[in-house]
């Protein structure tokens, strides 16, 4: 083998070991996800809560939202519900008004996205004379439990400041593409998001369901202008040493795309912000955990590093299969030949991949749901070109909106 052969085998080695480690952490880290306390709200409501949508041409969704969380389980006087009608040109403002929710119309197109829609208002609330305890965030398109409110305030009360709720899905049984959602959130939720929980790690926030401490916000600023703010935040929190947590009993739900044309352009907005963010804080956050040797910035850094990983991970795949096709013009060596026998591999990838059903096990999905693993290693694919794309794409800032539809209410939910 050549120099160059050989420093190309040397990085394809380092590369391997690199995906081998953190796959066998997260693994690992994700049967702490087995147990689960469920938690009941024991304090009486004490805590205040700006309720902000943030909402672009909503009129099909807005109306069942607002009734949902006037209808929550907490004291009225105690919560206010703001929608940010945001460059609407729909009746999303009327709506608002005539559901009793109080309409906060923003027109600019040069600072466009959620992000900024979300900074805007939350400068408004700092001048306004009334002030909240806190800042609870949903999407226009969510659906509420109605004792979210209580679980935050229960976490408030015990001194978290970033809380997380759980992230459910409103329409699962629309579409095989609505599924694959859902199927993802359950993984998602008990074998990422509860395990961080039960260790005390930081919690990655979703984008929706977030509730925010008002003197941390106006502390650190919003500053999340990215298209995956809730990437950002969550960086920033970390960065400062504040965790968000889980509340894996305050549930939202969510609606999610229909179709495959619908979920690439959310997702690749999803990958593109989440490729920014990392290049912005994945190194500062890695040196910062290894300089004062906290698990938890690690674990964020990681978390962080998905995109890349996935890149990797398919490289690697592309590189041994070209191998296997060529071998006389591809001569790298497969760690998984050297280090342990087949038979170690295959327990590996059932362990790895029987998570999934597990997780779906473990938070008593629907029968209908497990239908859905049929076409599920589909949507697991697009995620390759997907995130390609997303990589050469990553400067892209344009906010693309994604529209909904179902405009059903909280009694019509079927998990």
């Given at each position: 083998m050549s120099i160059l052969g050989t420093i190309a085998d040397g990085i394809f080695i380092a590369l391997q070991v690199l995906i081998g480690v953190t796959s066998a952490y997260l693994a690992t880290l994700a049967f702490f996800g087995l147990r689960h306390k469920k938690e009941v709200p024991a304090s009486p409501p004490q805590k205040s809560f700006a309720v902000i949508v943030a909402a672009h041409n909503e009129e099909e969704v807005i109306e069942p939202l607002i009734d949902n969380l006037k209808k929550m389980d907490y004291p009225s006087e105690l919560y206010d519900i703001y929608v940010i009608c945001d460059n609407c040109t729909d009746n999303t403002a009327q709506i608002v008004r005539n559901a009793g929710a109080i309409a906060c119309e923003r027109f600019d197109d040069s600072r466009r996205g959620k992000g900024y829609a979300i900074e805007w208002m939350l400068d408004r609330l700092w001048e306004q004379e009334k002030q909240y305890d806190a800042?609870?965030?949903?999407?226009?398109?969510?659906?509420?439990?109605?004792?979210?409110?209580?679980?935050?305030?229960?976490?408030?009360?015990?001194?978290?400041?970033?809380?997380?709720?759980?992230?459910?899905?409103?329409?699962?049984?629309?579409?095989?593409?609505?599924?694959?959602?859902?199927?993802?959130?359950?993984?998602?939720?008990?074998?990422?998001?509860?395990?961080?929980?039960?260790?005390?790690?930081?919690?990655?926030?979703g984008g929706t369901g977030i509730c925010i401490d008002t003197p941390l916000l106006k502390e650190m600023g919003w500053g999340a202008h990215s298209l995956t703010e809730d990437v950002e935040f969550t960086a920033r929190c970390v960065e400062r040493g504040i965790y968000p947590t889980w509340a894996h009993d305050a549930i939202v739900y969510d609606e999610k795309p229909n179709t495959l044309k619908a979920s690439w352009n959310q997702r690749m907005r999803w990958m593109q912000g989440h490729f920014d963010c990392a290049s912005r804080f994945l190194i500062p956050l890695l040196a910062k955990s290894i300089k004062t040797r906290n698990w938890a910035?690690?674990?964020?850094?990681?978390?962080?590093?998905?995109?890349?990983?996935?890149?990797?991970?398919?490289?690697?795949?592309?590189?041994?299969?070209?191998?296997?096709?060529?071998?006389?013009?591809?001569?790298?060596?497969?760690?998984?030949?050297?280090?342990?026998?087949?038979?170690?591999?295959?327990?590996?990838?059932?362990?790895?991949?029987?998570?999934?059903?597990l997780a779906m096990i473990l938070e008593k999905a629907n029968w209908r749901a497990y239908l859905g693993l049929v076409m599920y290693p589909i949507f697991l694919i697009t995620w390759f070109p997907i995130t390609v794309i997303a990589f050469f794409t990553k400067n892209n800032k344009t906010w693309s909106h994604t529209v909904h539809s179902r405009g059903i209410r909280v009694e019509e939910l079927s998990r």
């Open positions: 800042v609870v965030m949903f999407d226009a398109d969510n659906l509420v439990a109605t004792d979210f409110l209580r679980h935050m305030n229960e976490k408030l009360l015990k001194g978290d400041r970033v809380i997380q709720g759980y992230l459910d899905t409103k329409n699962p049984y629309d579409s095989w593409i609505a599924i694959s959602y859902a199927i993802s959130y359950y993984f998602t939720n008990r074998m990422w998001q509860l395990p961080r929980f039960n260790l005390g790690l930081a919690n990655a926030l910035m690690l674990d964020a850094a990681l978390y962080l590093f998905q995109p890349m990983r996935l890149l990797i991970i398919l490289l690697i795949t592309i590189i041994l299969y070209l191998q296997l096709v060529m071998p006389e013009w591809w001569a790298v060596t497969d760690i998984q030949e050297i280090l342990f026998p087949t038979e170690f591999w295959t327990v590996v990838s059932i362990l790895i991949y029987g998570q999934l059903p």
